[in-house]
């Protein structure tokens, strides 16, 4: 297959919105979509870390991306929704508004992250794309654990 043939195949993503926003990540990293569960809170946690909940018997942290993205964050009630995504090989809860829909997606369509926004911001948004008038941030989810916490994983 020629790289041209490559980069036009249509990857899926999922859509989710965190406040007035909407971001996705890869298919591929997700394991499964289930609603929210208070969890239990760990002592000198990041901010960003809401503490972790009991899944199937294994103890999975929950991440609230808004607040590691730095954007306005509300507590988590009933409409929230825990993205259980693959990241560095350990499953990890990504607290989210709401998860939107699939969308399919070439490479091509993808725009860099624009060179006006910080150096964090462009380590987690790999790029940006329209899609029916909205502007959705690709977001990278190997870099949403501090590097501390990555190499712990």
Known sequence: MTDQNQASIARELIAFR?????????????REIRGWTPAT???RAPTFMKGVINLRGAVLPIVDLGARFGL???EPSARHVIMV???AGRLVGLLVDAVSDIIQLTDESVQPTPDV??????T??????AIEG?????????HIL???EAEAA
């Open 85 to 87: 995504a693959n990241i």
């Open 72 to 74: 306005k964050t509300s």
């Open 41 to 43: 809170p760990l002592p």
């Open 117 to 122: 926004a910080s150096e964090e911001v462009r």
């Open 134 to 142: 909205r502007m959705v941030s690709l977001i990278d989810l190997d």
């Open 146 to 148: 501090p590097e501390v």
């Open 124 to 129: 987690f948004v790999k790029g940006i794309f």
């Open 18 to 30: 965190i406040g007035d926003q909407e971001f996705c990540v890869d298919i591929m990293a997700v």
